[in-house]
Structure formats: structure tokens, C-alpha cells
């Protein structure tokens, strides 16, 4: 599903103050499999350093069109036999009229001139610039050559202004690099929000009440989204799970506190898919001590209330598709069909915790999934990410 593993990429940085963004780039493409090498033209080494580069791609930084220690052949040359991609950003309208017009006089220029390769714009700049005759019209000749020039974002400027000239999100430019490898980006410029993992309900300063949830399934259908192209928030509960790249990830422990959080994400934006994977407390202690409860009497009482509902108390404001999770020890089938009818689910995944290899903790799982329009569909046991990206184009391909 990767198909960014092992493409070698060029990353051209020219001379914007936007270039300090481009650290994120080289991190995320990088944990997408890929090969990065940095080339920085000397402007662009004002705003940023190669030292810092080399060290985020693990790779030798090119900074000169003739270094002093010159190897056999010019290096910018080599460059054009072994890429997959160059990617130019941020790209400066001096870098983009240069390129336009056909001028190879400095380090990226000269690259961009002799490389043969796909080659993706992301500019960078103010916004008379870009609306500059010249910028347009050298954009114009780039893409009547079939080069890429992404428009750039409009918002707050450096320069204090406001109007089209930010550089594109990095999750758009992670989206527009995929494109050049022919991905379907099946849910780009779509709003996902998942929950994942468990809840912890306070008894006193050191004890709660819990679950097993490793929150395994929810990070696995947040990668899968966040792979199709999507705009994911993550709210998760405790895990030891590692964060996923380009996914907005929010911690809370209580179920009180995951209310709060999406309600507030709700009011926020509109979200295309939500999936409530997250194994959420039950009960909750009615009255929490606030010293630590000692261990002196044989037994010890506990007052619990329900938790509050949070699908039923967001539903009213949640637009779209709604998918829950429902683990179960027996009548599975009927006790998920009861709850995804009475929570207004359009979707809901069923699975046992009393089933080896599958549910908490593990890292495989089996389940059977449900929606409101009678679709049924079972995915046998398989590692959590394959469940997740089967359930995720299923839901893409009824939709």
C-alpha cells in the first residue's frame, strides 16, 4: 500500500522563510519508506542550516553547483540517472521564473535544468509576487511542459500581508507527492476523527478503573485514513503506542475528558467519517477520594454511576457517517445490531474478547461488520491493519 517505500527523492529547498518547514517534509517522507536527499540554494541557507538537514535525512546535503573538493563528473549531474521524484519546496517565484524561462545559473536551477524526472512546485512567497506578470506567466510555461506547480495557500503572510502565497499544508504537499506515484488518495481533503484506546476513571490520587484496550484498531484506522489522503484527528486515551506521522493526535485518559474534546472538534469542523473505536468506561466512581484510599478493611465499596454517552451526545451535532465498534463475549450479532440501532450508527464493527488472537491486546483481530441498510460483511482473522484498511475501503466503496 506504501508506494512511497523506497522512491528516491530530491528535495530542492530555495530561499524562503518557509524553507524551516521543510524539516517536516523530509520527516514524513522518510517515515513513508522513502530515500531523501536535500540540495539548498545559498539563499535558502540563510533561513536554514545543512547541518540540520543532513541529520533529519540522513543524507549528504548538496549545497554548491562546483565544490571545492570536485569528485570525477559533477554531482548535479549523477543526480539525473538515480531520482524518482524532485520536489521544490518551498519554491521562490525567482526559482520559478528561472525555471520557466529556461535560466540554469545557480545550484537548484541547473538541477531542475538537466533532470529529466517528474518535477512538483510548491511555492512560497508573497503575494504580489505570485501575482506577479512574470511568475504567472513562468508558471504557465511550466505546466504547458508538464511540470507540477501546486497553487500555493492563501492566509497570513510573512511579510504581514494577507493573500495566496503561504506554502500548501504539509499534509498537502505529502498528498501531491503521493499523486506523482499514482496513489488514490481516497479520502483527500476529508475530515476523519477517530477515538482509540482506553478510558481511565479516577477511584483516588493512584487507582482508576480501566480496560485491556491497547487502542491498537483505532491507531491502525487512523493510519490507514491518513494514508488515503485524509485530515485525521486522533483523540486517544493511554497507550504505548508510537504517534502516527501527519495525524493530529489529542491525549485525554477520562471518558468525561473525550467528550469534551470532541464536542469541541464537532463545533470546530465537520468531519466526513467518525469512528469510535476507543473502549470507553462504562462507570464511573460517583464521588472520587482525593487522598489515597488505605488498605485496612477486608472489603471496600465502591459506588459507580454510568459514564455519560457520548455518541448520543454528539450525534446532533455530528454530519456524518458514524461508525461504532462493539466488543462482546455472546450474542454478538444481536447485541451490536441493538446498539447501532439504538445509537444511530450508520456502521457498526463487531468482535469477541473471548476469542483467541483477536480483541484487546492482540495484534491481529476478527470481526463482523454491520450497517443500517443491511450490508454484512465478516473479515476473518488478520494482522489489525489489514482489518482496518478493509473496513475502511468497504465503508469507501458503500458510501
Given at each position: 500500500?506504501?508506494?512511497?517505500?523506497?522512491?528516491?527523492?530530491?528535495?530542492?529547498?530555495?530561499?524562503?522563510?518557509?524553507?524551516?518547514?521543510?524539516?517536516?517534509?523530509?520527516?514524513?517522507?522518510?517515515?513513508?519508506?522513502?530515500?531523501?536527499?536535500?540540495?539548498?540554494?545559498?539563499?535558502?541557507?540563510?533561513?536554514?542550516?545543512?547541518?540540520?538537514l543532513a541529520a533529519i535525512s540522513n543524507n549528504?546535503?548538496?549545497?554548491?553547483?562546483?565544490?571545492?573538493?570536485?569528485?570525477?563528473?559533477?554531482?548535479?549531474?549523477?543526480?539525473?540517472?538515480?531520482?524518482?521524484?524532485?520536489?521544490i519546496a518551498p519554491a521562490t517565484a525567482n526559482?520559478?521564473?528561472k525555471s520557466g524561462n529556461g535560466v540554469a545559473?545557480?545550484?537548484?536551477?541547473?538541477?531542475?535544468?538537466?533532470?529529466?524526472?517528474?518535477?512538483?512546485?510548491?511555492?512560497?512567497?508573497?503575494?504580489?509576487?505570485?501575482?506577479?506578470?512574470?511568475?504567472?506567466?513562468?508558471?504557465?510555461?511550466?505546466?504547458?511542459?508538464?511540470?507540477?506547480?501546486?497553487?500555493?495557500?492563501?492566509?497570513?503572510?510573512?511579510?504581514?500581508?494577507?493573500?495566496?502565497?503561504?506554502?500548501?499544508?504539509?499534509?498537502?504537499?505529502?498528498?501531491?507527492?503521493?499523486?506523482?506515484?499514482?496513489?488514490?488518495?481516497?479520502?483527500?481533503?476529508?475530515?476523519?476523527?477517530?477515538?482509540?484506546?482506553?478510558?481511565?476513571?479516577?477511584?483516588?490520587?493512584?487507582?482508576?478503573?480501566?480496560?485491556?484496550?491497547?487502542?491498537?484498531?483505532?491507531?491502525?484506522?487512523?493510519?490507514?485514513?491518513?494514508?488515503?489522503?485524509?485530515?485525521?484527528?486522533?483523540?486517544?486515551?493511554?497507550?504505548?503506542?508510537?504517534?502516527?506521522?501527519?495525524?493530529?493526535?489529542?491525549?485525554?485518559?477520562?471518558?468525561?475528558?473525550?467528550?469534551?474534546?470532541?464536542?469541541?472538534?464537532?463545533?470546530?469542523?465537520?468531519?466526513?467519517?467518525?469512528?469510535?473505536?476507543?473502549?470507553?468506561?462504562?462507570?464511573?466512581?460517583?464521588?472520587?477520594?482525593?487522598?489515597?484510599?488505605?488498605?485496612?478493611?477486608?472489603?471496600?465499596?465502591?459506588?459507580?454511576?454510568?459514564?455519560?454517552?457520548?455518541?448520543?451526545?454528539?450525534?446532533?451535532?455530528?454530519?456524518?457517517?458514524?461508525?461504532?465498534?462493539?466488543?462482546?463475549?455472546?450474542?454478538?450479532?444481536?447485541?451490536?445490531?441493538?446498539?447501532?440501532?439504538?445509537?444511530?450508527?450508520?456502521?457498526?464493527?463487531?468482535?469477541?474478547?473471548?476469542?483467541?488472537?483477536?480483541?484487546?491486546?492482540?495484534?491481529?483481530?476478527?470481526?463482523?461488520?454491520?450497517?443500517?441498510?443491511?450490508?454484512?460483511?465478516?473479515?476473518?482473522?488478520?494482522?489489525?491493519?489489514?482489518?482496518?484498511?478493509?473496513?475502511?475501503?468497504?465503508?469507501?466503496?458503500?458510501?
Amino acid at each position: 500500500m506504501n508506494n512511497l517505500k523506497n522512491k528516491n527523492i530530491l528535495l530542492c529547498i530555495t530561499g524562503s522563510i518557509a524553507a524551516y518547514k521543510s524539516c517536516e517534509i523530509i520527516r514524513l517522507l522518510t517515515k513513508e519508506g522513502a530515500q531523501v536527499q536535500v540540495a539548498i540554494s545559498e539563499s535558502g541557507l540563510e533561513f536554514i542550516g545543512a547541518a540540520t538537514l543532513a541529520a533529519i535525512s540522513n543524507n549528504k546535503v548538496i549545497t554548491e553547483l562546483f565544490p571545492k573538493s570536485p569528485k570525477k563528473g559533477l554531482e548535479h549531474i549523477d543526480l539525473a540517472f538515480d531520482l524518482d521524484l524532485i520536489v521544490i519546496a518551498p519554491a521562490t517565484a525567482n526559482i520559478l521564473c528561472k525555471s520557466g524561462n529556461g535560466v540554469a545559473d545557480d545550484l537548484i536551477s541547473t538541477i531542475i535544468s538537466v533532470c529529466e524526472q517528474k518535477q512538483i512546485f510548491f511555492p512560497a512567497m508573497n503575494h504580489r509576487m505570485w501575482q506577479n506578470q512574470a511568475t504567472i506567466d513562468a508558471v504557465e510555461k511550466l505546466r504547458l511542459r508538464e511540470k507540477i506547480v501546486i497553487n500555493p495557500d492563501e492566509g497570513h503572510l510573512a511579510s504581514l500581508h494577507t493573500g495566496e502565497g503561504r506554502l500548501p499544508t504539509i499534509n498537502k504537499i505529502i498528498n501531491e507527492i503521493k499523486k506523482c506515484f499514482d496513489y488514490v488518495l481516497h479520502l483527500e481533503n476529508q475530515n476523519i476523527l477517530v477515538t482509540a484506546g482506553p478510558t481511565r476513571e479516577p477511584i483516588d490520587p493512584v487507582r482508576f478503573i480501566s480496560n485491556r484496550s491497547s487502542g491498537k484498531m483505532g491507531y491502525s484506522i487512523a493510519k490507514i485514513c491518513k494514508d488515503y489522503g485524509g485530515n485525521v484527528d486522533l483523540i486517544s486515551g493511554p497507550t504505548n503506542l508510537q504517534i502516527i506521522p501527519n495525524v493530529n493526535t489529542m491525549n485525554i485518559e477520562t471518558t468525561n475528558e473525550l467528550y469534551e474534546k470532541m464536542i469541541f472538534l464537532l463545533e470546530e469542523k465537520k468531519y466526513k467519517y467518525i469512528f469510535m473505536v476507543a473502549a470507553v468506561a462504562d462507570y464511573q466512581l460517583k464521588k472520587i477520594k482525593n487522598h489515597k484510599i488505605k488498605s485496612k478493611e477486608n472489603k471496600l465499596n465502591l459506588e459507580l454511576v454510568k459514564t455519560i454517552d457520548i455518541i448520543k451526545k454528539t450525534s446532533e451535532k455530528n454530519e456524518g457517517i458514524t461508525i461504532g465498534f462493539a466488543l462482546e463475549t455472546e450474542n454478538g450479532e444481536r447485541n451490536a445490531k441493538e446498539k447501532m440501532r439504538k445509537k444511530d450508527l450508520d456502521y457498526i464493527i463487531l468482535n469477541y474478547a473471548n476469542e483467541e488472537n483477536a480483541g484487546f491486546e492482540s495484534n491481529t483481530n476478527h470481526v463482523y461488520m454491520f450497517s443500517k441498510n443491511g450490508f454484512k460483511k465478516e473479515f476473518k482473522l488478520d494482522r489489525k491493519d489489514r482489518i482496518a484498511k478493509k473496513i475502511i475501503d468497504s465503508i469507501i466503496k458503500n458510501d
